[in-house]
């Protein structure tokens, strides 16, 4: 995924309000932008870092840009706009760089499915069934170590949709939880159990039930960003 228009660089000056941003382009301007993250952002920004924001030109917006790439503590490079990781997912998916979900015949974005009413992000469509694939972006990582985590705070939702998949698995049905890691410099994955222990909990009993996990690492930069290549999830 190529970045189009190209991504505007920045310092950060400070998140607030969970989704604003106040940077300082290269000119000494300071403008507000939109952070599309619900997360902490935990290990995922500095303040007087480097960012990289895509810019709007809808009169209708209210700020002029998004907030797209953050340097990290870590000096890794994130992709904070978790909206991002539903697409690249896709790429991938067309492209076969996911060879586990390889040779679907149909794709669906956003199906109601479960109990719960819950939407998945991929309905993948084989000869022998569907295949239900729920992604989450990780961003957050650590200083002494090349392993990221999931979740960056608590999350009831991401519970809930491993509750759903589970519950799938239990009745036959294929069920995906696929971590896209939009963190440079990531050669594991693991759940953040220091942060959300009924998450961790959740995705091992998912896993007891039939529920496939799946990570794939992204390259990042300024220009573009896309899935490159498949890392080990360690549930313990």
Known sequence: MRFSPPLETARLLRRYKRFLADIELPCGEQITIHCPNTGSMFNCMVEGGQVWFSR??????KLPGTWEISETPQGRLACVNTGRANALV??????????????????KREVAYGEERSRVDFRLD???????????SVTLGYTETAVAAFPDAVTQRGAKHLRELAALARQGVRAVQLYCVSLSGIEAVRPAEEIDAAYASALRAAVADGVEVLAY???IDG????IDRPLPVLLR
């Open 126 to 136: 084989y000869a022998q069934g569907p295949a239900y694939v729920e992604v989450k």
């Open 56 to 61: 709007s030109n809808d009169p209708k917006r």
């Open 217 to 219: 690492g992204t390259h």
């Open 223 to 226: 220009e573009q960003i896309y």
């Open 90 to 107: 896709e790429e991938a998916l067309r492209a076969g760089r996911i060879p586990e979900l390889a040779g679907f015949t149909g794709l």
